[in-house]
């Protein structure tokens, strides 16, 4: 429970810090100056009250806990109540500040933009829903968290935007929301780091959770995206087009222990003066509404001594 009380603390006290993490520079201030105007006569925000309200509740239901009820599950279900209740008290107060409410979002701008230079990557855990089959939820969500944990610091090393998880896979980009002339080739070097670090901890974990079948299975393409925030319930920023499509699919017609490039992104990759990189796959690819592709393999390290190693 006290992890839950840390939690609930930390959202209430780095509102700041949470947007900073969940949204590109350019669209922090439009959020925060709505934070702001939020405030009330005391100078704290509402958000700040919320948290002293939750507290009360969780040490109630830190009490029951004990009394002997299912901890886990309950603990669970209590904080995606607690989300909810607030989501709604913080509608209410922005109905309250609104002359029509109904019309609020219709009546302004949403933040949105086109970005034409984009590379867009999925990465997928090969095996895993058999895996998860056969392992408790403590074990799936150790290894997925310890996979994103890691994938997460290349990012961040390397300046590569990861837009969300969807189960066991990752989605990542570069050229959205910080446009760059070398999109393709930093994800591509993205991916390949990403490859190694999973086979690294596939057979680190494989002691306590037999992970030594699993493989990490990369696809990335290239294309112009519609990006912005989807405000809200769970505001979020997210993309939208074609290019997200093809990626996924470039992706699924892969195989495990792989990084696998649309011919869009393969060109690019050509342009830059990489092309002993890629390596044609032999048989076309039949994509669902894309007929058939020609993609290109990421030549792994050892292939070539110039193809992109994992250097953070």
């Known amino acids: 429970m ?25 669209i922090r201030e439009r959020l925060l100056n709505h934070e702001r105007s939020r405030l009330d006569g005391s100078g704290r925000s509402s958000v700040l009250d919320d948290s002293t309200e939750e507290v009360e509740m969780n040490k109630e239901s830190s009490k029951k806990r004990r009394r002997g009820s299912d901890s886990i599950r309950q603990r669970i279900q209590e904080y995606i109540l607690h989300r909810q209740q607030r989501s709604k008290e913080d509608t209410l107060r922005d109905v309250q500040t609104q002359e029509d409410p109904e019309c609020a979002i219709l009546d302004s701008v949403p933040i949105a933009d086109d970005f034409n ?46 837009l969300s998880t969807v189960g066991d896979c990752y989605i990542a980009s570069t ?43 990369i696809g990335i393409h290239s294309g ?17 087009g074609d290019t997200i499509n093809t990626a996924q699919r470039i992706e699924s017609t892969g195989k495990p222990n792989s990084v696998h490039l649309s011919s869009e992104t ?8 990489k092309g002993s990189w890629l390596l044609p796959r032999k ?8 007929g058939e592709l020609k993609t290109f393999w990421l030549r792994v390290a050892e292939e070539d001594e110039d193809d992109p190693s994992c250097m953070v």
């Open 283 to 290: 048989d076309a690819v039949k994509a669902k509404g894309k």
């Open 175 to 217: 050229g959205v929301p910080y446009p760059q002339d070398d999109h393709a080739i930093v994800l591509t070097q993205f991916a390949e780091c990403c490859r190694q670090k999973a086979n690294e901890l596939f057979v680190t974990l494989s002691p306590k959770l037999n992970t030594c079948d699993l493989g990490i299975r």
């Open 2 to 26: 006290g992890r839950i009380n840390s939690i609930w603390r930390l959202e209430a006290t780095t509102s700041k810090k949470i947007i900073a993490k969940m949204y590109p520079p350019q």
């Open 224 to 240: 112009p995206v519609t990006a912005g925030v989807l405000r809200g319930d769970k505001a979020r920023f997210d993309f939208f």
């Open 266 to 273: 393969a060109q690019l990759i050509e342009q830059a003066g």
């Open 117 to 162: 230079d984009t590379s867009i990557m999925f990465a997928d855990i090969s095996s895993f829903t058999y895996w998860a089959s056969q392992h408790s939820p403590i074990e799936v969500f150790t290894l997925l968290e310890s996979l994103f944990f890691e994938f997460d610091l290349i990012a961040n090393k390397m300046g590569v935007y990861k």
